[in-house]
């Protein structure tokens, strides 16, 4: 059993050079956009500089030292990924640049051999451009329908219309985040992937924001594929992962054509590459790769329980402490148990960019905008909210910081 | 530094902005919304002889842009049109006080400026003024 302790915040930040920086003439960072991107420990930045300091070579091809010593360490991220998220077999996951690549693999080759016109593919309002437009741009062209289970004020999926829509026979996929971007929701995605199930439909889960947040195990919670990226999870960005059950990779044609993904190439015909490399297509980002098994040890030493336990707690504080201040609206689940490590919210009258340029000059990161979810931002019927989004390196003390520049904000426009 | 972007001249044409809504069959309407913040803005004109006889805009975005809009509309409003193809950024950053923005927020400064100008776009190659618009197009790449 990993230990219950709670994170020991202030030796984290050690490992992490970014967090020693002053913004804006001299204010102390106070970094809450890790929703979008998360700093780097001093481990991921050593291994990418290791790598190319020392054994800097292609991988899967030259037989010379170097080449084999990238090749195990590229491998071993492979690995690494397979343990971290407890995949079944390490040819399961695939490289991909990032989230939005990984689920275009998905539309471009599953789904054009799976949908056809008049099927169904089933998302959510609170879905991620990278989990709409894919999923657009596939129905449009198979003359296919894409139905959107609705989200309640309250943040959280109406699973009578997901139960309605799965009674359909022509639903081929149903495709979902696991935890909003914006709102935070966790979605009961283990029994939302059984209901799918029990119709023989299978499930792609967008781990972008659950994978770094929380334990996640895609055999218990048996999705059919996830799509997740190591930029938001210590590492890298540039490389992003993608989980397929095997049974259904075999049955995969290629998505990207060319090097490395081949066995055999003659004029008319090739020899696709056995799994995963046959949708590895050209050299990958062999560096960051290396340097997102950093990460993952990282994470892994730290416990993914304990990353999730320390969120709770500040995201609770944040919640309570935001309630207080006049003129906010908070959006998504009110209990921090529901919800990842995600305030959203709006303040009077203030536009969420107007904010954020007053909290930068307090030396405060947040994101503002409409976080690339641009359809749930029509059903909460705002253009934009602000957002603070919080790691495993975030403290109490900066929460403050956060809550005395809102207070500023209030006073320049005169709430 | 937000103190002197969020002045008061800033925040009254944002709470009250000036020529707001629509005009009645235009000669040009015009959308354009900044990706990066999702401001948006559409601009109404009605030309007369060489003049902006009037205009109106609808938008919905931070402060910054809806001000912007709302004192552009004071700047151009019976204005020849010309004057409105010579505008540069500097005149309308000059004009709502605004001229040390940072990279990412003057662009929400700037869009409305680049909304008149797409518009006036329109309006001369409709007109069969190619090199017009050919002009006013070039200035919007840069805004």
Redesign the interface.
Known sequence: MMQKSALNVKKIRQDFPILKRKV?GGKQLVYLDNAATTQKPLAVIDAISDYYSNYNSNIHRAVHQMAEEATIAYEETRQKIAKFINARHTDEIIFTRNTTEAINLVSYSWGRANVSRGDKVVISEIEHHSNIVPWQILTQEKGAKLEYVGVDDSGYLKMQEYEKYLASKKVKLVSLSQMSNVLGTIVPIEKMIKMSHEKGIPVLVDGAQSVPHMPVNVQKMDCDFMAFSAHKMLGPTGVGVLYVKREILEKMQPFIGGGDMIKEVHKYETRYNDLPYKFEGGTPNIADVIGFGAALDYLTNIGMDRVREHEIEITKYALDKITGVKGVTLYGPPNAKDRGGVVSFNIG??????LA??M??RGVAIR???HCA?VL?ERLDV??TSRASFYIYNTKDEVDTFIDALSEARR???I | MSDDIYREIILDHYRNPRNKGKISSPDVSIHDSNPLCGDEIDIHLKVEGDKIKDIKFEGRGCAISQASASMLTEMVMNKPLTSVKDMTKDDILEEIGLTSLGPARIKCALLSLKVLKLGMVKYYADRDDPDSAKKLQDDTRSL
């Open positions: 804006m009258d203030i536009h969420p960019h107007d340029t007053i930068n000059d503002s905008g409409h641009q931002m253009s934009a320049l426009f005169r």
